[in-house]
């Protein structure tokens, strides 16, 4: 059963087609710099990069799972800035430019 979920995730996540963000917007969040006020700055970037917030980040989840969220983290892998989201039952992962259901297992 959990190879067969995991199969369709992974299937799910290959053929979701989802907005990334430009190379310039990718570079403005990183840096060599490994000073917490530079880390901070990263952080407003990104929250000023996403176009889905927190309120609608939990109705989409509510919508999703039928559950309320526990955790939820704005991070990015390469091009893709994501919610990382965790609900009693769930670990989700939700691209914050367009609300699209990158990942979504069970506990």
Do not use: C
């Not at 403005?28 to 710099?33: A, D, M, P």
């Not at 526990?70 to 994501?82: A, P, Q, S």
């Not at 989201?85 to 609300?99: H, I, K, M, P, Q």
């Amino acid at each position: 059963m959990k190879i067969l979920f995991a199969l369709s995730t992974l299937i799910f996540a290959l053929h979701a087609q989802s907005a990334e963000m430009t190379a310039r917007e990718h570079m403005s969040i990183h840096t060599s710099n490994a000073r917490p006020s530079a880390q901070f700055q990263a952080k407003q970037e990104m929250h000023r990069i996403h176009k889905i917030d927190e309120k609608q980040l939990a109705q989409l989840v509510q919508k999703e799972t039928g559950e309320e969220m526990t955790n939820e983290k704005l991070t990015h892998r390469g091009k893709i800035l994501y919610y990382e989201v965790r609900t009693a039952n769930y670990r989700l992962e939700v691209n914050a430019l367009d609300g699209t259901f990158l990942k979504k297992e069970k506990k």
